[in-house]
């Protein structure tokens, strides 16, 4: 199990839906997909390794939630701006968290 935060730690988080505009394969990578994702007031880039689990075709046009104000960093070449929630299992099967309803893109999570 991680360390235990408070819950001011955890409002400290921006987890937001984003709904995933364009998915494109990182050239010259074996894993990383780069993802345009729409929160409503603003779009932003994540570079995520998931080409192992999804092709951009089953990502484009869902909604998916994500963490805004992580560090932005860099990775092949490329800006990261904020980074897809997922979950993995035992197996190693991975599958991005999503909405039960359809809510409004940039709803707040907390």
């Given at each position: 199990m991680?360390?235990e935060?408070?819950f001011?730690y955890f409002?400290?988080?921006?987890?937001r839906?984003?709904?995933?505009l364009e998915?494109?394969v990182?050239p010259?990578?074996k894993?990383?997909i780069?993802?345009?994702?729409?929160f409503?007031?603003?779009?932003?880039?994540?570079i995520?390794?998931?080409?192992?689990f999804?092709q951009?075709?089953?990502?484009?046009?869902?909604k998916?939630v994500?963490?805004?104000?992580?560090?932005?960093r860099?990775?092949?070449?490329?800006?990261?701006?904020c980074m897809?929630?997922?979950a993995e299992?035992e197996?190693g099967?991975v599958?991005?968290l999503?909405p039960?309803?359809d809510?409004?893109?940039?709803?707040?999570?907390?």
């Amino acid at each position: 199990m991680a360390e235990e935060i408070t819950f001011d730690y955890f409002g400290k988080l921006d987890l937001r839906i984003g709904k995933i505009l364009e998915v494109e394969v990182v050239p010259e990578s074996k894993k990383l997909i780069k993802i345009q994702v729409d929160f409503g007031s603003e779009r932003r880039q994540c570079i995520a390794g998931l080409l192992k689990f999804y092709q951009p075709e089953e990502l484009a046009g869902k909604k998916c939630v994500f963490l805004l104000n992580l560090q932005r960093r860099m990775l092949a070449g490329l800006e990261s701006q904020c980074m897809i929630l997922a979950a993995e299992d035992e197996a190693g099967n991975v599958s991005v968290l999503q909405p039960e309803k359809d809510i409004a893109d940039g709803s707040k999570i907390g």
